[in-house]
């Protein structure tokens, strides 16, 4: 095939794909002047059905970090807060377990990117202790 022979084949190929190109912007063109056109109209037209009752968030919300927010509290939930798997071990081993022996078992319990430390649970228990 000669050189000429190549590139007018190349030329025809790169036409054709350049022509397919151009359909499928036309037709993309088309859909958006439709989406205008509808979204155009629906600000235009009255609201069809008044809400009829106020979106209410639930009395209690299974995330402690809804609930935070909700009460407008600054900062961050404690880790041991945001996993309530997590606390829910700490609780039921705080009334008869030092700190220290709830650390260990929750080190051997808890894959390492769960696990906390002293420090953590301490400040956790001063904040949640009840008063004896």
Same mark, same amino acid.
Do not use: Y
């Given at each position: 095939?000669?050189?000429?022979?190549?590139?007018?084949?190349?030329?025809?190929?790169?036409?054709?794909? &350049?022509?397919? *190109?151009?359909?499928?912007? !036309? %037709?993309?063109?088309?859909? #958006? $002047? /439709?989406?205008?056109?509808?979204?155009?109209?629906?600000?235009?037209?009255?609201?069809?059905?008044?809400?009829?009752?106020?979106?209410? &968030?639930?009395? *209690?919300?299974?995330?402690? !970090? %809804?609930?935070?927010?909700? #009460? $407008? /509290?600054?900062?961050?939930?404690?880790?041991?807060?945001?996993?309530?798997?997590?606390?829910?071990?700490?609780?039921?081993?705080?009334?008869?377990?030092?700190?220290?022996?709830?650390? !260990?078992?929750?080190?051997?319990?808890?894959?390492?990117?769960?696990?906390?430390?002293?420090?953590?649970?301490?400040?956790?228990?001063?904040?949640?202790?009840?008063?004896?």
């Amino acid at each position: 095939m000669s050189p000429d022979a190549r590139n007018r084949a190349l030329i025809a190929a790169l036409l054709t794909e &350049a022509h397919q *190109t151009g359909v499928l912007v !036309a %037709a993309a063109m088309d859909q #958006n $002047h /439709r989406l205008v056109a509808a979204l155009k109209a629906a600000l235009q037209s009255p609201v069809q059905s008044p809400v009829q009752t106020p979106v209410k &968030a639930p009395a *209690t919300s299974p995330d402690p !970090a %809804a609930e935070h927010r909700r #009460n $407008h /509290r600054p900062g961050t939930l404690s880790r041991i807060t945001r996993d309530p798997e997590l606390e829910a071990f700490i609780r039921a081993r705080i009334d008869t377990e030092t700190l220290t022996a709830i650390i !260990a078992e929750i080190a051997a319990t808890f894959p390492p990117e769960r696990r906390i430390g002293l420090s953590v649970l301490s400040r956790w228990w001063r904040k949640h202790a009840k008063p004896r």
